[in-house]
């Protein structure tokens, strides 16, 4: 992964100066860009506790493989718990070749490799008051392994993006803590889904829905579908594609029928 000390540096540089949590993993995956991974993943909080609602944010991964992830792949994942342990970078599956994993952490990394995330470089990312992130950095299949060199770098882009989300965070406002179901629900409400919908998506009751979404609306101090929605893009619970697809469709459904969208 051979990149310039000047780009690498101005890389770092504009992570710290965005302004926005879109704009702030715009320009990771530019820095990342610059050691040719093109995909990226974060995943936060980190607690040795499976249960705690973990957000995970998709940076050009399988969206078939995000939906598992938040539905029930994250109780099994190893990474963020090795990254805990290890607090240092690492190049998965090589340097986690001595770890002994559980039966299902076993199947997750399986499961992963058919999605594309068999190879990456796993970053422990800490922030002000205790926080923890895990951003796991993806390796083409034919790329060659990295250099210590190379998890050195991916740490440094991890670590400064992470830190700068908290303070993000922290100026807009403490990050509402939801659920893994609660944060699906909200990602569904973000693609203009209804809630019968979204229960048939999740193959749960309609009167489930109510309740997640009653208790997103209090956990975000909001009152209505379209408030929650910029809200959460505004934390980063939502994706920027899921939010300007959910004002696309809004608008296509207020308008008169027949009419294009400007």
Known sequence: ?????????RGLSAIGKTETVVALREATMAALNLLGITKAFYVAPLSGDVRVGRLVTNMGLSWVWERQYRARLNRIDPLPRIALARLEPFYWPDQIADEKLSKQEGRYLAIAAQYGLGRGIGVPCFGPQGRAGFLGAI???????PEEADLQRVGSIGQASFRHYCKLIQHAQEMPALSNRELEVLHWIGRGKSNSVIAEILEISPSSVDVYVRRIFAKLDVTDRTTASVKAYSLGLLVSGDYERFVHESAINQLPEGKPPR
């Open 1 to 9: 992964m051979h990149v310039a000390l000047e780009d690498f540096s």
């Open 139 to 145: 390796i083409g299949a034919d790329a060659p392994d």
